[in-house]
């Protein structure tokens, strides 16, 4: 099984919105709604921002959103803050029981 | 509110087998959840090694499969991994971590702070 595919970084000015994109295949990303977005802000362990495509855990700003077309996963960060700053990797449940997880998207506010 | 926490050694032989344990608090290891582990080397994305149900039903990664053993003990609320035979490309951060599952799909939705295993003689 391979990883997932996201760019390796995008960056926009605060106030901004960016779009980190996941890419897999049907029987991953493009199946169910199995994907998870989490956030790792440089020397700290990964937090969820995203389940099952589009779902936001409590306490996670409303800034964040997903979605997903196709195999493609993506998601959105609003209004972007100097806080957004972090790498993003996304996360999918397979048809085999296993988990995937992409390369990592590292975020830059400008 | 879930804790995990990681405890183990920080330096591991090659050819040794390393071993880790992952406390649980504020949840039970019976609650329903899947329970797992995942590695990120240094400066590197991150690899799902597998996870396992406290009834003992258990699914790996398929690259690690053949050298990866987990088990959850519900009487001390922690569960644990060994992975046999390394060498320096198992040196990362091993994060123990809560998977939330449905019908269709589990995710991460609690992690614990990571604990940084280096294989070397």
């Known amino acids: 099984q391979s990883a997932l595919t996201q760019p390796p970084s995008v960056s926009g000015s605060p106030g901004q919105s960016v779009t980190i994109s996941c890419t897999g295949t049907s029987s991953d990303v493009g199946s169910y709604d199995r994907v998870s977005w989490h956030q790792q802000p440089p020397g700290t362990a990964p937090k969820l921002m995203i389940y099952?495509?589009?779902n936001r855990p409590s306490g996670v700003s409303d800034r964040f959103s997903g979605s997903r077309s196709g195999n493609t996963a993506s998601l959105t960060i609003s209004g972007l803050q100097a806080e957004d700053e972090a790498d993003y990797f996304c996360?999918?449940?397979?048809?085999?029981?296993?988990?995937?997880f992409g390369g990592g998207t590292k975020v830059t506010v400008l | 509110q879930v804790q995990l926490q990681e405890s183990g050694p920080g330096l591991v032989k090659p050819s040794d087998t390393l071993s880790l344990t992952c406390a649980v608090s504020g949840y039970s290891l019976s609650g329903g959840n899947w329970w797992g582990w995942i590695r990120q080397p240094p400066g590197k994305g991150l690899e799902w090694i597998g996870f396992v149900y406290y009834s003992g039903n258990i699914y790996y990664n398929p690259s690690l499969k053949s050298r990866v053993t987990m088990s959850a003990d519900t009487s001390k609320n922690q569960f644990s991994l060994n992975l046999k035979s390394v060498t320096a490309a198992d040196t990362a951060v091993y994060y123990c971590?809560?998977?939330?599952?449905?019908?269709?799909?589990?995710?991460?939705?609690?992690w614990g702070q990571g604990t940084l295993v280096t294989v070397s003689s």
């Open positions: 996360s999918s449940y397979t048809s085999s029981n296993t988990l995937l």
């Open positions: 971590a809560r998977h939330s599952c449905s019908v269709s799909s589990c995710y991460v939705d609690h």
């Open positions: 099952e495509v589009s």
